[in-house]
């Protein structure tokens, strides 16, 4: 009896093994995508923004490359950041980063993009979750975008503290080189890179070799 319940335990790990071994041959002749490894650019948010407030702080402190300043109005809501590229500069962002903290001057913003800086087209409408402790935060969203845009607005719809004190830290956004449509909500797993991680292959083969030899 313990002869053949070790010799079934074998057959198991052995079709295991060549499960996870021949699936990731199969997804490469066959282009389907095991892991999700996309290539962002670099931030493509550069130049000097606009704001419709500075009563708190400067428009340039929301994309300044320092997470330390901050762009705030002065007691006025929404706060609305905007940024032009300048003609010939279009980009095709398919994810952001945001950055808050605890003082919760964001609850909830948008980030638009726009050809004519009158039309905007929602790409990220987010709410932030209430930051108690920690200093600041970086929040990444991507999401699905084929467009290229000249101009980019944040709006900053209100904040967790009462007042209308509205703004954030720091805004950027990136391109994706290997994206087919991005994900939504933050979320990448709806998307298509264009190649297989075949070091994810590798490491799932490990795996079960380890797991066999464990079990011997």
Known sequence: GCV????????????????????????FFFNVPLAYAFTYGSNVLIGTP??????????VNGNDG???TRWFTGNVAPGIWQLDLGSGNEVTPQKISFWADEDNETASYTFAGSNDNITYTTLV???????????????????????AYRYFQVTVVDNYRGDNYVGFYEIEAYECSDCTGGGSGGDVSSSTPSSVTY??????????????LALG
């Open 4 to 27: 053949w319940d070790r010799e079934l335990k074998h057959n198991h790990m052995r079709i295991f093994i060549a499960t996870l071994f021949v699936l990731p041959l199969l997804a």
């Open 50 to 59: 606009t704001c419709n407030n500075e009563g708190g702080s400067a428009c």
């Open 66 to 68: 320092n997470t330390g």
């Open 125 to 147: 409408s987010d709410i932030v979750p209430h930051i108690v402790s920690g200093g600041v935060q970086q929040r990444d969203t991507a999401f699905v975008n084929t467009t």
């Open 199 to 212: 070091g994810d292959m590798l490491l799932m083969y490990q795996c079960g070799i380890f797991i066999f």
